[in-house]
């Protein structure tokens, strides 16, 4: 019976057919997806918080509402990649619990300080725009509710990349001090945000997989690469730079060369020795405690309507 499901299973990833929950589907395929798509989860959950940093000091009204409206965004592609998640057999809580315990990794990126409000348009076009280039391949994973769940998400983050863009434009044409500010900012997550995309695929065992069951379509050196050949050209529209003395043109593999990423850093902030590695954990624990007696309430109000429902229901039927 295995023996014939796993077929069925294999026939349908080259097929590309959708997996969908009640499916049969291997354990190690059910263990990837729960790690990928709960660290997805979580990075969007974390990803709130450099970001909310900037919102009482944002410079506008509007910049002020675009940013909540693009916090809130976030809050909601982790409810989407949750709801997800859940579908494969384990609980949100579980999936919490293990993030608060340091169990589960989300995103490198979201350790490190958002100095300046520059800082917000440059995770807006970088950061954001390193995740785009991640997630849209995503869309076509064969797993159903996570490609279904990055459809939204994709086309939410494309308008942060814009509004990050655009917020480093308007710096980059003003005074000397904004157009400090600017580079300044892309100077200090240029190179984090390379490492967005994971180890070098010699050092990457999980992709291999990932891609043999079509839930990654391209390897982490792939997107790279097609992240920098991208910013290069962008950055010039903003008459900035990029802070890598390798980079250039290769006429010969028609992608840009560009230098070492430093992966001690890296490692050193995966293992939790980042900028503010302790002050996100500690940030996301607070919040999710002092928030119980929301989660309790909107359990209780949502068992007692149930119960008049269901009373409606049967009253009702007795009553004919």
Same mark, same amino acid.
């Given at each position: 019976?295995?023996?014939?499901?796993?077929?069925?299973?294999?026939?349908?990833?080259?097929?590309?057919?959708?997996?969908?929950?009640?499916?049969?589907?291997?354990?190690?395929?059910?263990?990837?997806?729960?790690?990928?798509?709960?660290?997805?989860?979580?990075?969007?959950?974390?990803?709130?918080?450099?970001?909310?940093?900037?919102?009482?000091?944002?410079?506008?009204?509007?910049?002020? $509402?675009?940013?909540?409206?693009?916090?809130?965004?976030?809050?909601?592609?982790?409810?989407?990649?949750?709801?997800?998640?859940?579908?494969?057999?384990?609980?949100?809580?579980?999936?919490?619990?293990?993030?608060?315990?340091?169990?589960?990794?989300?995103?490198?990126?979201?350790?490190?300080?958002?100095?300046?409000?520059?800082?917000?348009?440059?995770?807006?076009?970088?950061?954001?725009?390193?995740?785009?280039?991640?997630?849209?391949?995503?869309? &076509?994973?064969?797993?159903?509710?996570?490609? &279904?769940?990055?459809?939204?998400?994709?086309?939410?983050?494309?308008?942060?990349?814009?509004?990050?863009?655009?917020?480093?434009?308007?710096?980059?044409?003003?005074?000397?001090?904004?157009?400090?500010?600017?580079?300044?900012?892309?100077?200090?997550?240029?190179?984090?945000?390379?490492?967005?995309?994971?180890?070098?695929?010699?050092?990457?065992?999980?992709?291999?997989?990932?891609?043999?069951?079509?839930?990654?379509?391209?390897?982490?050196?792939?997107?790279?690469?097609?992240?920098?050949?991208?910013?290069?050209?962008?950055?010039?529209?903003?008459?900035?730079?990029?802070?890598?003395?390798?980079?250039?043109?290769?006429?010969?593999?028609?992608?840009?060369?560009?230098?070492?990423?430093?992966?001690?850093?890296?490692?050193?902030?995966?293992?939790?020795?980042?900028?503010?590695?302790?002050?996100?954990?500690?940030?996301?624990?607070?919040?999710?405690?002092?928030?119980?007696?929301?989660?309790? $309430?909107?359990?209780?109000?949502?068992?007692?309507?149930?119960?008049?429902?269901?009373?409606?229901?049967?009253?009702?039927?007795?009553?004919?």
């Amino acid at each position: 019976m295995h023996s014939s499901e796993q077929e069925l299973f294999n026939h349908k990833i080259d097929q590309e057919v959708r997996i969908e929950p009640k499916d049969w589907m291997p354990e190690d395929y059910r263990r990837m997806l729960i790690r990928q798509m709960s660290q997805h989860a979580h990075s969007e959950i974390v990803g709130m918080l450099p970001e909310g940093n900037w919102i009482t000091r944002a410079p506008s009204l509007r910049r002020k $509402a675009t940013l909540i409206a693009k916090v809130q965004d976030e809050a909601g592609h982790g409810l989407y990649l949750y709801s997800a998640t859940e579908t494969l057999g384990i609980t949100r809580d579980e999936t919490i619990e293990q993030l608060h315990a340091g169990k589960a990794k989300y995103s490198s990126i979201f350790n490190y300080p958002t100095l300046s409000w520059a800082d917000i348009g440059a995770i807006g076009w970088l950061v954001d725009g390193a995740a785009i280039m991640n997630q849209v391949p995503l869309c &076509r994973a064969s797993y159903g509710p996570y490609a &279904r769940a990055m459809i939204r998400i994709c086309k939410e983050e494309s308008f942060h990349q814009r509004q990050g863009f655009e917020i480093l434009l308007t710096l980059s044409r003003g005074s000397q001090a904004q157009k400090e500010m600017c580079q300044d900012a892309i100077n200090r997550w240029w190179w984090p945000s390379l490492m967005m995309f994971g180890p070098n695929d010699d050092a990457s065992p999980n992709s291999q997989r990932s891609m043999q069951w079509k839930i990654k379509r391209f390897t982490n050196d792939e997107l790279r690469q097609k992240f920098v050949d991208v910013c290069v050209d962008q950055v010039k529209i903003l008459g900035m730079g990029l802070p890598d003395k390798d980079l250039k043109w290769n006429a010969e593999t028609g992608h840009y060369d560009f230098g070492e990423i430093n992966w001690e850093e890296f490692y050193e902030v995966l293992k939790g020795n980042g900028p503010c590695n302790h002050e996100r954990l500690e940030a996301r624990k607070k919040a999710h405690a002092e928030g119980r007696w929301v989660r309790e $309430a909107a359990a209780a109000h949502s068992m007692k309507k149930n119960n008049l429902n269901t009373r409606e229901i049967y009253g009702t039927q007795s009553a004919k």
